[in-house]
């Protein structure tokens, strides 16, 4: 089984739709991670959590908001979808207990905004 | 704000070519990481380089961080269409999250 997984892997949704990505891990670790992708973009960081009780807003947070539901669980909310937010989306946790942060990443959700 | 820039941004060449990839900054990192992101799934990591000057081999790939730890290189030697993917590097400066290149897509063509 993977140590992160995503759901769901590909939506379409129409403007104006609330949607929720969610992020399940198996790993063990503390520290958790929302991205986007779009072509030519690399990697933009929307929100990271360093622990259940700690959220922090990334690069691109506008638009977007997130719960970390238990250690295990960290939920990506688009609140009111448009398509500029059309992207892949992945979740990633890393371990602090490590020498440095590597990073493990989900198989990613594949959103289209109609 | 810290920035990571990659070249080139898409390289197409033919089986059994060397390639180099490179990744630059005006920031100092405290490590540099190397992901592979291949069709539909997402980026694992390949390396992590730490040290200034460090050489890591990795089969037929190379990973250098320069001296200064603010650039690092990545040579592959005789191509084969399995190394084709986007490549990222990542750079850590110790202080929260990591920094994301753009990435370079390779295509490796039999």
């Known amino acids: 089984d993977a140590d992160v997984t995503q759901t769901p892997r590909n939506r379409i949704t129409k403007t104006g739709k609330r949607i929720m990505l969610e992020c399940s891990q198996t790993k063990g670790h503390d520290r958790m991670y929302w991205y986007r992708q779009d072509p030519g973009l690399g990697l933009q960081l929307i929100y990271y959590s360093f622990d259940v009780k700690d959220i922090n807003k990334g690069e691109i947070s506008d638009g977007y908001s997130v719960s970390r539901q238990a250690q295990a669980k960290f939920s990506l909310s688009l609140e009111s979808a448009i398509p500029n937010q059309t992207a892949l989306y992945f979740c990633?946790?890393?371990?602090?207990?490590?020498?440095?942060?590597?990073?493990?990443f989900g198989p990613g959700t594949r959103l289209t905004v109609l | 704000t810290q920035l990571l820039e990659q070249s080139p941004q898409f390289l197409s060449i033919q089986e059994g070519e060397n390639l180099t990839v490179y990744c630059n900054s005006s920031s100092v990192f405290s490590s540099l990481q190397w992901y592979r992101q291949e069709p539909g799934e997402g980026p694992v990591l390949l390396v992590t380089?730490?040290?200034?000057?460090e050489v890591k081999k990795l089969k037929r790939l190379t990973f250098q961080f320069g001296d200064a730890r603010k650039d690092s290189s990545l040579h592959i030697t005789a191509a084969q269409p399995g190394d084709t993917g986007l490549y990222l590097c990542a750079g850590d400066s110790g202080y929260s999250t990591l920094t994301f290149g753009k990435g370079t897509m390779l295509l490796v063509s039999p």
């Open positions: 990633a946790t890393s371990d602090t207990r490590g020498p440095t942060d590597t990073q493990y």
């Open positions: 380089v730490v040290t200034g000057g």
